[in-house]
């Protein structure tokens, strides 16, 4: 009677793990089937996707024809920059769509790993042998608390939502590591603004007397490419650490 029990229980067990198996393989494939898609009111509004969680169409490397063969991978709808352990250099470069943007609002879905650092860039334009941040302004992606501590200061205009080097977030309410964020971007003609989680991080306008002095003072003052361009790609960046992406999409702004 005790191994007929036994028995019993581990027939019982062993259907009861294909059942949680099959239930957590639906419910994965369920929640990646409900991303990368815009709703009938997206779409009525201009909304387009620029990752459809498949492929990297609509994407190449910054400076280059193609996309790149390593560093970036396409897994579970989720556009991801790897980890390359080589400190802060990537694997395969920055990305930028084959798109030019002018007017826009951006959203983009992220994910940041232990000591993550990446950014998104906009108004990209590509300059031979010159890195993308020379030229294109950028919503910062960090893991913060990690990198406060290495540093030792308070890494002011270089944190989550901050316009990099220039701006600093006004609030930061940045969801733990691990965890899924929305960065959101609208540039209006020389209006720009940043948003994180549904709340406004920085707003600045471009070429402006201020944008100017801060300009002056900062790591683009020796480029003067930087923030020049009225039309340009969007660009991700690899940073040499894993950031996972999704919900990429954008809506073109009238002329203002």
Request: aromatic share 10%; proline share 3%.
């Amino acid at each position: 009677m005790q191994k007929l029990t036994l028995a019993v229980a581990v027939v019982l067990l062993a259907a009861t793990g294909c059942t949680r198996s099959a239930t957590e393989s639906n419910s994965v494939s369920s929640q990646t089937a409900t991303h990368n898609t815009l709703s009938a009111e997206e779409a009525a509004a201009g909304w387009q996707l620029l990752f459809d969680g498949t492929t990297t169409q609509g994407w190449r490397g910054y400076n280059r024809e193609t996309f790149p063969t390593r560093g970036w991978r396409v897994e579970e709808g989720e556009l991801v920059v790897e980890h390359s352990g080589t400190e802060e250099a990537g694997f395969g470069g920055d990305i930028i769509t084959l798109e030019e943007f002018e007017n826009f609002e951006l959203s983009v879905d992220f994910l940041l790993t232990d000591t993550a650092n990446s950014g998104i860039f906009y108004r990209v334009i590509e300059q031979p042998d010159t890195p993308i941040w020379h030229n294109a302004p950028e919503f910062q992606l960090l893991d913060d608390a990690t990198y406060i501590d290495m540093s030792g200061t308070d890494m002011a205009t270089h944190l989550t939502g901050d316009n990099y080097d220039l701006h600093v977030a006004t609030t930061r309410p940045t969801n733990p590591i691990g965890e899924w964020n929305t960065a959101r971007v609208v540039v209006d003609d020389a209006r720009v603004e940043h948003w994180l989680n549904g709340e406004k991080t920085v707003e600045y306008e471009l070429w402006s007397d201020d944008w100017a002095a801060r300009v002056a003072v900062s790591k683009f003052a020796e480029y003067p490419a930087y923030g020049q361009t009225k039309r340009g790609a969007v660009g991700l960046q690899d940073h040499g650490h894993m950031v996972r992406f999704r919900n990429i999409k954008i809506r073109k702004l009238p002329a203002s």
